[in-house]
């Protein structure tokens, strides 16, 4: 039962190749004030917040300057929780997505 939450936490991280054009700045609008909580409660410690705040997030396809941040937080929640293989997951797709980013590659 862990494991089929952990893949679906995983495929629900992955990037929507549509974007949000529909929506347009609304969208990017909610995902910037999401993301700006986001970094309060992981600036603040809270990271259960901070990993609640990510499925909002990634509902709203913010841009992917939007999602690298996420991502970054994310990780090292799990990392702080006691959950390396969450991490893990999150480092190597953010690294997949993200290969200039040498923070995922390092982690």
């Known amino acids: 039962m862990?494991?089929?939450a952990f893949y679906a936490l995983v495929l629900a991280l992955m990037p929507s190749p549509a974007g949000a054009f529909l929506f347009g700045?609304?969208?990017d609008d909610r995902a910037a004030g999401i993301l700006a909580r986001m970094t309060a409660a992981f600036e603040g410690g809270d990271c259960p917040a901070a990993v609640e705040l990510s499925s909002d997030l990634f509902r709203e396809k913010?841009?992917?300057v939007f999602r690298e941040k996420a991502y970054s937080y994310l990780g090292r929640c799990y990392e702080s929780q006691g959950a390396p293989d969450k991490a893990v997951a999150v480092y190597k797709?953010?690294?997949g997505l993200y290969p200039d980013n040498s923070f995922f590659a390092s982690r």
Do not use: I, V
Request: no cysteine; charged share 35%.
């Open 93 to 95: 797709l953010a690294d």
């Open 25 to 27: 700045k609304t969208s």
């Open 2 to 4: 862990r494991r089929a």
């Open 62 to 64: 913010p841009p992917s």
